[in-house]
């Protein structure tokens, strides 16, 4: 994408009403921004919630919302078309077409799928196609889900390298405090580093119907300032919301500012992407190689293992004290391990530090 490019993700709250139905105001307004922002030359994906809840609310007949998974993938398969109609309608009053892209866990923790997913949503870009972006609810196995679209818009916008993600929800933005519990909540307007009492201000998901929340809010952004990518959270039913949210007014939404060092896109799909397949626990003469030389791991200075993973598999590197140092892709399985001391054991290539400010 080019260096002004941007991933919105627009929550189930926000493109759906009290009873469930999609609200069609909010998704013709978003539409507008994203249809004038292109034409002034921004590139743009749209990541969408809500098809669960507009899937219920078509055959729930007015009961309680179920909870098992799945009789909610297959609600999601009857939201998933309600969803898209909408977004179609929305787009076609403007002149500008949709294509719908349902994404799951292995199309990125998979290399191969994972730059597929890249090669689909930039062709579509170059055809002139709004990509409308959902995790695939209906077949994600239950163990390996996104279990929120936040995550899923910073995974994409790490896959096609946007310049800022855009997270539009029914709150201001970051508070202070949570709102339900404390009436002098004030909006945090800029982060540049996420911190314990950023995190403690988090709360959970406030309406019940989306899988996000806050917290999850957070953990896309934190993901996203790693990969060098402006975020902002700002409410979705505001006058023009996505522009300024771009803008930056004064006041709107909370900006996170991006580190000053950005990981590549093949470290940030190690660092993010791919699913950890066991952890790894290392001595201190290891851990100080690793943070301060720039050292490979190798067999020598790994204190005890976790998991059945092979070579390839993605791993978690943590510290005597438990406290994560880096993720990394193993060169030797489980089975190998105690080999020789001198195995590599994750190569520095395709290791990602995760304790640097």
């Known amino acids: 994408m080019t260096s002004r490019s941007v991933v919105v993700k627009i929550g189930t709250t926000s493109v759906t009403d009290d009873r469930g139905n999609v609200a069609h105001e909010v998704l013709a307004a978003l539409a507008a921004d994203v249809v004038a922002l292109r034409d002034e030359g921004w590139s743009l994906v749209v990541v969408t919630s809500g098809a669960i809840t507009a899937g219920w609310a078509e055959v729930g007949g007015g009961r309680a919302r179920p ?3 799945t009789t909610l993938q297959a609600v999601s398969a009857v939201g998933q078309p309600l969803l898209m109609h909408a977004w179609r309608d929305a787009f076609a009053a403007l002149g500008a077409p949709v294509g ?3 994404l799951a866990p292995l199309d990125f923790s998979h290399r191969g799928q994972y730059l597929h997913a890249r090669g689909t949503l930039e062709a579509l870009a170059g055809l002139g196609v709004v990509a409308i972006v959902n995790e695939n609810d209906a077949v994600a196995d239950e163990e390996i889900h996104f279990g929120d679209n936040d995550r899923l818009a910073a995974l994409v916008a790490n896959l096609v390298g946007a310049s800022h993600l855009v997270l539009l929800t029914d709150t201001d933005g970051l508070l202070t405090a949570d ?13 540049t580093a996420l911190d314990a009492n950023l995190l403690e201000a988090a709360g959970s998901s406030r309406s019940g119907v989306g899988s996000g929340g806050m917290a999850s809010k957070l953990a896309a952004a934190h993901m996203a300032m790693w990969s ?9 039913r505001a ?3 996505l522009r300024q949210a771009l803008e930056g007014k004064p006041g709107f939404g909370t900006t996170f500012y991006p580190r000053p060092e950005r990981l590549s896109a093949r470290k940030s799909w190690i660092a993010f992407a791919v699913a950890s397949r066991g952890t790894i ?4 003469g290891a851990e100080h190689a690793l943070e ?5 791991l190798l067999r020598v200075g790994v204190e005890s293992f976790t998991g059945s993973f092979v070579e390839g598999d993605a791993v978690e590197v943590r ?19 105690y080999e020789s001391e001198d195995v590599v054991v994750v190569h520095r290539d395709d290791l990602v530090l995760l304790r640097r400010p």
Request: hydrophobic content about 40%; aromatic content about 2%; cysteine-free.
């Open 67 to 69: 909870r098992d998974a």
């Open 319 to 337: 510290g005597l004290d438990g406290q994560t140092i880096a993720k990394g892709l193993v060169r030797a399985s489980a089975e190998t391990f």
């Open 239 to 241: 006058n023009h919301s």
């Open 228 to 236: 060098g990518v402006t975020t902002v959270i700002a409410p979705a």
């Open 100 to 102: 719908q892209v349902l």
């Open 292 to 296: 301060e030389g720039g050292r490979s």
């Open 281 to 284: 626990v290392v001595n201190e």
């Open 179 to 191: 709102p339900r519990l404390d009436a002098t909540a004030t909006l945090i307007e800029e982060v």
